[in-house]
């Protein structure tokens, strides 16, 4: 129910900005990821932008935040 200029959807935007330009920033990373565990290939998608981790980052934060987790 938070407003989409509320300090939550704030700071959860703003993560989720900032873990992808450090990524982006990151020489020698994978442009690839798994969707699943244990890598195997025919579960990697394409990730240039890094958008898939940086959700999954996102995720993780809200899953550890009580008031997300029990809403």
């Known amino acids: 129910e938070d407003e989409i200029n509320s300090e939550p959807v704030t700071t959860t ?6 873990i992808q330009q450090e990524l ?29 981790r940086s959700w999954r980052a996102v995720i993780t934060y809200l899953l550890r935040q009580r008031d997300f987790l029990y809403e």
């Open 24 to 52: 982006s920033k990151t020489p020698g990373l994978e442009r690839r990821e798994s969707y699943f565990c244990g890598g195997r290939e025919e579960f990697r998608a394409d990730d240039p932008n890094f958008t898939l």
């Open 13 to 18: 935007l703003t993560l989720f900005s900032d």
